[in-house]
Nanobody, 124 residues
Framework: QVQLVESGGGLVQAGGSLRLSCAAS????????MGWYRQAPGKQRELVAT???????NYVDSVKGRFTISRDNAKNTLYLQMNSLRPEDTAVYYC??????????????????WGQGTQVTVSS
């Protein structure tokens, strides 16, 4: 019923910038927390950043000062502005929506959803 679609990934040189977007569609009344995760080859998936519906953000230490997470609640869209990119940022980036208030036609309930991921490659 709910789908998350990431976009904006690609190949960029070290020091460059990219902006990722995640569009949530379907029967969505609200989303509590949205976040970005990433998984590099041979590594465990890690949380990059989260933003609550009220705007409170959290970042993994390695991206603080370089990445900015934001969301447009009216559009149910999540963004990740990535500046000063480094080769170690190379990974598949996944969008997550937690505490999604949705409906199945009978009533409202909460659920979580994941996007399929978008590849970010930073070359040196």
């Amino acid at each position: 019923q709910v789908q998350l679609v990431e976009s904006g990934g690609g190949l960029v040189q070290a020091g460059g910038s990219l902006r990722l977007s995640c569009a949530a569609s379907g029967n969505i009344f609200s989303i509590n927390v949205m976040g970005w995760y990433r998984q590099a080859p041979g590594k465990q998936r890690e949380l990059v950043a989260t933003v609550r519906s009220g705007g409170v953000t959290n970042y993994v230490d390695s991206v603080k000062g370089r990445f900015t997470i934001s969301r447009d609640n009216a559009k149910n869209t999540l963004y990740l502005q990535m500046n000063s990119l480094r080769p170690e940022d190379t990974a598949v980036y996944y969008c997550n929506a937690d505490g999604v208030e949705t409906s199945n036609g009978n009533g409202r309930y909460l659920a979580i959803f994941w996007g399929q991921g978008t590849q970010v490659t930073v070359s040196s």
